[in-house]
């Protein structure tokens, strides 16, 4: 007999999960707020159709019987007609029927499809705002478990209490780094996550005459990244990485923390740097040749194997090791420590010689240096032997005094001979030694699937068979000296081996490069310095914000591509980019500031650079510290299809006489843009969101 008590939904008390299955809830949770938002997103759409279903039957109207209008037979194909009935329109109702209703009736008709998609909405933002405070609600316990863990795994591991205490002050201490260097990228990923956006009154009016919610379309994403797959060779990705990772400032007098390490791998870099080097107290990481703080090898490496957890992506760590090979037994030992089963110490099993990022899930990869062996060349002959130009002398000084025998010739031939031959003993024993190892055999066995090599005047022509899975690691300087002679050697190598570029030994302010320059030639890793929020990182955190940090490449840069099979290509696909920049709302300024005049400048970043720059306004709307501005503007932009194109927006303030200055900035990969219309969040000159929003719309049109 069935119960007649309603059965209740089950409640779980957080407090009594272990971290993996508080991680379970969180996944879980993630999973339901994307469908939810989803839903929500679509939903919008549907009721935005509906309002524009209105403005055209409100345009059917008895002044305009007879009149020309042009009927769409597809998105893009039109021919012209006459209005024939101004009183009657046909009816979309669903499932393939069709109703003719009059024009009062079909008003009537679409505003109860509205109203009823409203009441889903608001449902459904409720619900969505009640699994977002879910989800806040497990960080705590999910930090809690982290912390206990770890501690009882470093005791178990012998490490003593130092460790412990340190991970005792971890969650203050990476508070305070967020805080200072964090960047706010994800808030255009995710905007539901964060606190609710006061919209000005001019955005609002503007929205609600086209039937749009401000409140609801803030909640909704203006870039959806791609879901990556993890099952393509590692040279098909682009990786993101970090530049002198243990660094918080400048590297000439820089301060360093091994937090820097969890800070930027929890982001989304799969890729850090550690400078080791000797000292009296053991292995240290730091910028050699500086002033930089210096920070325990051990407390780095630690730090890593705490922000590595099971499943994730794996991770390279680019080991630029300054120790000797006696000293390098004590690093492989704390790797070992600190890193246990994480630590990729020898091939997967059963994997071919294309391994894949989900072949090394939850792994470290040590990116272990490799020296060529190189061959001594023998030393410059005299023109001819020492032996041989002295007897020669004496044959025509003896000569000249006319004392010469044929026995002494013989003599003197085979003692020339003799001599000749133990010279050339000598240049091949010499040849044979090679120089004393810098990389101890310990050390190197953990380079399974990456020996780091610095590329020789040859690197790019010759083959590299051994050893195996080389990576180039190559400064900015030396690669932009290929270009663009050698674009397509330089993206055929990229098919065969990983490649790291660097920053020119002079960005001695912890300046970058320009990252998109690299990835369109192939190279995988482009090292930055994430201390610095400049048009490098900006680029980078477009690249991977909201991802695992490994982008597959367009096809173009694969094996099999038109460029590499020499095969003639097709002609390039074009794609013309529009924009309406509405209006800005709640631009953080000074209390005391009574007028304010700022305009838009956007750059498109692809093949070459595009620009464009509105109108300025200026603004007396300003309360309490906000200010809003209104352009109703709108950009074009034509471009040959790629999926390395990069759009990056700035409102400026005009200064006048004086330099403008940076009010807030947003940068994109265009294939991640959301069309329709959205609010962007725009960011600080440090990559913090300023808590302004500017309206915008994006559309993309195929261009025959």
């Not at 024009?103 to 109203?115: F, G, L, M, T």
């Not at 967020?178 to 539901?192: A, E, F, K, M």
């Not at 400032?249 to 360093?256: A, E, N, P, Y």
């Not at 085979?414 to 031959?421: A, L």
């Amino acid at each position: 007999m069935a119960s007649a008590v309603q059965q209740q939904p089950q409640q779980i008390n957080v407090a009594d999960l272990d971290l993996p299955q508080l991680a379970e809830v969180r996944r879980q949770l993630e999973e339901e707020m994307s469908h939810l938002t989803n839903s929500f997103a679509q939903l919008k759409q549907a009721q935005s159709k509906f309002n524009s279903c209105i403005e055209s039957v409100k345009e059917v109207q008895p002044a305009n019987k007879a009149k020309t209008i042009l009927v769409p037979l597809t998105n893009s194909l039109y021919v012209p007609g006459k209005l024939s009935d101004a009183d009657n329109v046909i009816v979309d109702v669903g499932t393939g029927y069709y109703v003719q209703k009059t024009r009062p009736q079909a008003v009537k008709h679409y505003e109860s499809k509205i109203d009823y998609i409203k009441s889903n909405l608001d449902t459904l933002q409720e619900t969505i705002q009640k699994k977002q405070d879910n989800m806040n609600y497990l960080l705590s316990p999910i930090l809690a478990s982290y912390l206990v863990t770890s501690i009882r795994l470093l005791r178990s591991r012998g490490l003593g209490i130092e460790m412990a205490d340190r991970i005792h002050t971890w969650e203050e201490d990476m508070r305070r780094l967020q805080s200072n260097h964090g960047l706010d990228t994800l808030v255009n990923v995710n905007p539901v996550q964060y606190q609710e956006v006061r919209i000005s009154p001019q955005v609002r009016e503007f929205l609600e005459e086209r039937g749009e919610s401000a409140d609801a379309l803030a909640r909704l994403p203006i870039l959806v990244p791609q879901p990556a797959h993890d099952d393509l060779p590692l040279t098909h990705y682009f990786i993101s990485s970090s530049h002198n990772t243990y660094l918080l400032s400048r590297q000439i007098l820089g301060r360093s923390s091994a937090l820097s390490y969890i800070h930027v791998l929890w982001h989304h870099a799969r890729c850090v740097e550690m400078d080791v080097w000797s000292s009296t107290k053991g292995p240290i990481v730091t910028h050699g040749y500086t002033w930089s703080k210096s920070v325990p090898f051990r407390e780095v490496c630690e730090a890593v194997g705490h922000a590595v957890r099971d499943g994730d992506w794996p991770v390279l760590v680019s080991l630029e090791c300054h120790v000797d090979v006696e000293g390098q037994t004590d690093l492989v030992k704390i790797m070992k420590e600190c890193w246990g089963e994480k630590l990729l110490t020898e091939p997967v099993a059963g994997s071919s010689t294309e391994v894949t990022p989900k072949d090394l899930r939850g792994k470290i990869v040590v990116m272990v240096e490799y020296y060529p062996p190189k061959t001594i060349d023998a030393p410059e002959r005299p023109s001819q032997p020492p032996s041989r130009q002295n007897s020669v002398s004496n044959f025509l000084s003896r000569a000249d005094s006319g004392s010469s025998s044929d026995s002494e010739d013989k003599e003197r031939r085979e003692q020339e001979q003799e001599q000749d031959e133990k010279e050339e003993q000598e240049l091949k024993v010499a040849a044979a030694k090679e120089p004393a190892p810098r990389i101890s055999d310990a050390l190197a066995a953990l380079g399974v699937y990456a020996r780091s090599m610095k590329p020789d005047k040859t690197w790019l022509s010759e083959k590299i068979t051994h050893p195996a899975h080389v990576i180039i690691n190559i400064s900015e300087s030396g690669l932009s000296s290929l270009l663009p002679a050698s674009l397509n050697p330089l993206i055929a190598h990229s098919q065969r081996h990983l490649r790291r570029v660097y920053p020119r030994g002079t960005r001695i302010e912890s300046s970058n490069l320009n990252p998109l320059k690299f990835w369109q030639n192939g190279s995988q890793i482009a090292a930055l310095n994430w201390q610095s929020y400049d048009r490098g990182v900006q680029l980078n955190e477009a690249m991977f914000a909201g991802g695992p940090g490994w982008m597959p490449k367009p096809a173009r840069f694969l094996p099999g591509s038109a460029d590499d099979s020499g095969a003639e290509a097709s002609p390039p696909k074009k794609t013309k980019l529009t924009c309406e920049v509405v209006g800005l709302s709640s631009l953080s300024v000074s209390k005391d500031t009574s007028s304010l005049s700022a305009y838009v400048r956007v750059q498109l970043w692809h093949q070459k650079e595009d620009l464009w720059r509105s109108k300025t306004v200026k603004t007396k709307d300003i309360q309490d510290g906000l200010a809003d501005f209104m352009w109703d503007e709108k950009f074009e932009f034509e471009y040959e299809t790629d999926e390395l194109t990069f759009i990056r927006l700035i409102v400026w303030q005009n200064v006048g006489y004086g330099r403008d200055a940076k009010l807030g900035i947003f940068v994109a990969k265009v294939d991640h843009l959301e069309t329709g219309w959205r609010f962007i969040r725009l960011l600080t000159s440090r990559g913090k969101d300023s808590g302004a929003t500017l309206l915008v719309r994006f559309a993309f049109t195929d261009i025959d």
